[in-house]
T-cell receptor
């Protein structure tokens, strides 16, 4: 398996633009998580899905953020409109329950200017 | 409020010596604890875990110790190697809730 695949690896966009981050989890994993890493807050959970259903989105900072998982092999995190304070590294992770912990993707480094 | 705290942002250790990374937690419901390792430009990778029914788990050079009464866990790396230089994240969960991570500790192993 190629692991969790995220795209793009880097994204630079202007304030006010829409940004879409993509994630392909490991086949067979039933949970998917979106985390954001910043210096101030470390790794914080934004939203997670079980069997493609959003379970808890309380970590989504504002209504500008939305996430979808239309099927077991694909998820998106969208920011619209983007703001400079959204600049961070966004990680997607998947797991089969809790066994072995989560497998993370390589992340998307987002810069909003 | 941070439920998982790593109070040392960085740590430097000489090659061959022991590295000790510490983590404190506040939620007494946590029953599963993990350490992740992260290299630059990569995602965190699972390193070692421990459940609350144990107080020690060992895997090669890595040992995790859990002190439930103090709500404290630590990761020992012996002997430390230059390739161990990375950011280490402590994480915890209760039941099937998602992992809660600390802010990380950057370990530098000096040759």
């Amino acid at each position: 398996d190629a692991g969790v695949i995220q795209s793009p690896r880097h994204e630079v966009t202007e304030m006010g633009q829409e940004v879409t981050l993509r994630c392909k989890p490991i086949s067979g994993h039933n949970s998917l998580f979106w985390y954001r890493q910043t210096m101030m807050r470390g790794l914080e959970l934004l939203i997670y899905f079980n069997n493609n259903v959003p379970i808890d989105d309380s970590g989504m900072p504002e209504d500008r953020f939305s996430a979808k998982m239309p099927n077991a092999s694909f998820s998106t995190l969208k920011i619209q409109p983007s703001e400079p304070r959204d600049s961070a590294v966004y990680f997607c992770a998947s797991s089969l329950y809790r066994v072995g912990g989560y497998t993370f993707g390589s992340g998307t480094r987002l810069t909003v200017v | 409020d941070q439920q998982v705290k790593q109070n040392s942002p960085s740590l430097s250790v000489q090659e061959g010596r022991i590295s000790i990374l510490n983590c404190d937690y506040t939620n007494s419901m946590f029953d599963y604890f993990l350490w992740y390792k992260k290299y630059p430009a990569e995602g965190p990778t699972f390193l070692i875990s421990i459940s609350s029914i144990k107080d020690k788990n060992e895997d090669g050079r890595f040992t995790v110790f859990l002190n439930k009464s103090a709500k404290h866990l630590s990761l020992h790396i012996v002997p430390s190697q230059p390739g161990d230089s990375a950011v280490y994240f402590c994480a915890a969960a209760s039941g099937n809730t998602p992992l809660v991570f600390g802010k990380g500790t950057r370990l530098s192993v000096i040759a």
